[in-house]
């Protein structure tokens, strides 16, 4: 008999033996802990012809961003392929070929559909709310989760994640009350939920709730961060809050410790690393030689040229350092990507090239340049990924490199509107202060 899960669904080719550690892998997923890949990997040595093990399997590598993981994931596909699968199965098989491929929307598209007949599904809800994630459709983050949410029940195995993934798809819309209760109610479910954790860290963020923020991820740090893969990444939306506060001491601290005290190697911890960073440099803060350590990872991935975000982050860490070989040989890669058929092509032409341009020319003190790259793209920057919180960099770059150009008046029109949106923030107010100064000289 075919073995089922506990929503019913059918595992083509499984056996209770590989069902287990597949269950395990699906589980730690959705709290972003452990060793997904580990646990995946016995299901398939259990059972080779395991149909779903081999996607979810290919999905973990597909979502990693790194041109070397994709690589993984079409092997995944391909040994998916021919593998016995239900419809519902084969129509997961083809949403990882598109993501093996680079087509994004293509997949999330197909995980949709998988959504509305399957809504039990969790690993099409959580794999395409990645994928909303990473192509910054802030309406499907919310809206691919609310579509199933009537169909889960309190006390179902992941409920805690389906929350989290509505709050967070919540949050991305605005929608903010509503965002943190479901966020606080999956972490008390489930308190090592790491997504949900960032929710409500992403609410108070949006807020400028920046003591309550603090408060938030101090109060349980050992449940978000015990044997993590998302720790990094939330570590950062702790050092968020102290930035905003003008704390930079505090950040560095952070930065020293857990935001890139290992040096990690891996692409979503890295982005956090420069994000923070140029923050500071934004600033004026003393980075000392922490931008080469991180430029030095970043380095042999210069010429990747797959995710357009990634590039994005990667030179602010080539400028702060001010190596001009990996930005070019970046650039270049850049422009054959372009070229591409798939959507990192898209990503890369809309926002990634232009933003990668404007930050290499803030480096070089050519000010008004920056502006002009970064102007055209403000309202369109969702189309290459991350989150409104991450993408806030590029509004501080462009008020930034206005002051430093000695144009007043849009220094002055770009503060009001930070203000405007973030009322309750520190350092919303000095930039504001520090452009009518510039207005008054």
């Known amino acids: 008999m075919a073995i089922r899960d506990e929503f019913g669904l059918t595992l083509s080719g499984a056996t209770e033996a590989g069902f287990t550690p597949y269950s395990q892998a699906v589980r730690e997923l959705q709290c972003f802990i452990g060793d997904p890949v580990a646990s995946v990997d016995r299901a398939i040595a259990e059972d080779p012809g395991f149909v779903m093990a081999h996607v979810f399997k290919g999905y973990l590598f597909g979502l990693a961003t790194e041109r070397e993981a994709t690589a993984v994931a079409k092997a995944c596909h391909e040994a998916a392929l021919p593998l016995a699968a239900t419809t519902r199965e084969q129509a997961h098989v083809t949403a990882l070929g598109h993501l093996a491929n680079g087509r994004w929307h293509h997949a999330g598209g197909i995980l949709t559909d998988i959504g509305i007949d399957f809504p039990l599904d969790a690993v099409a809800l959580q794999t395409g709310h990645q994928i909303d994630f990473f192509t910054g459709n802030a309406r499907m983050l919310r809206d691919r989760i609310a579509g199933a949410l009537p169909s889960w029940q309190s006390g179902m195995p992941g409920y805690h994640a389906i929350l989290g993934m509505q709050a967070f798809g919540l949050e991305e819309m605005g929608d903010y009350a509503r965002a943190e209760k479901l966020g606080r109610a999956a972490v008390d479910l489930e308190p090592r939920d790491g997504w949900a954790q960032h929710a409500v860290a992403h609410v108070m963020e949006m807020q400028s709730r920046q ?231």
């Open 211 to 441: 003591s309550d923020g603090i408060a938030w991820m101090r109060a349980n740090p050992e449940a978000w961060t015990k044997e993590s893969f998302l720790k990094v990444h939330n570590w950062w939306h702790l050092a968020l809050f102290h930035y905003d506060l003008g704390e930079a001491d505090e950040v560095l601290s952070l930065y020293d410790g857990p935001i890139y005290g290992e040096r990690s190697a891996l692409a979503l911890n890295m982005v956090d690393a420069s994000a923070i960073l140029w923050r500071l440099y934004l600033g004026g803060a003393d980075a000392s030689d922490r931008w080469a350590a991180l430029a030095a990872n970043w380095a042999p991935k210069a010429g990747a040229g797959n995710y357009a975000f990634n590039d994005a982050h990667a030179m602010m860490a080539f400028v702060g350092a001010g190596l001009d070989a990996p930005a070019q040989i970046l650039l270049e890669a850049q422009r054959e990507a372009m070229r591409g058929s798939d959507d990192n092509a898209v990503f890369t032409r809309d926002v990634g090239h232009p933003l990668t341009l404007a930050i290499k020319a803030f480096g070089a003190g050519n000010y008004a340049e920056t502006v002009r790259l970064i102007r055209p793209i403000r309202a369109i920057a969702h189309r290459f990924g991350g989150s409104h919180a991450q993408r806030d960099v590029i509004d501080l770059t462009l008020i930034e490199a206005a002051l430093r150009a000695g144009d007043g008046g849009l220094a002055r029109a770009l503060a009001a509107e930070r203000s405007m949106a973030r009322p309750d923030s520190p350092l919303s107010a000095l930039l504001s202060r520090r452009a009518a100064d510039l207005s008054e000289n």
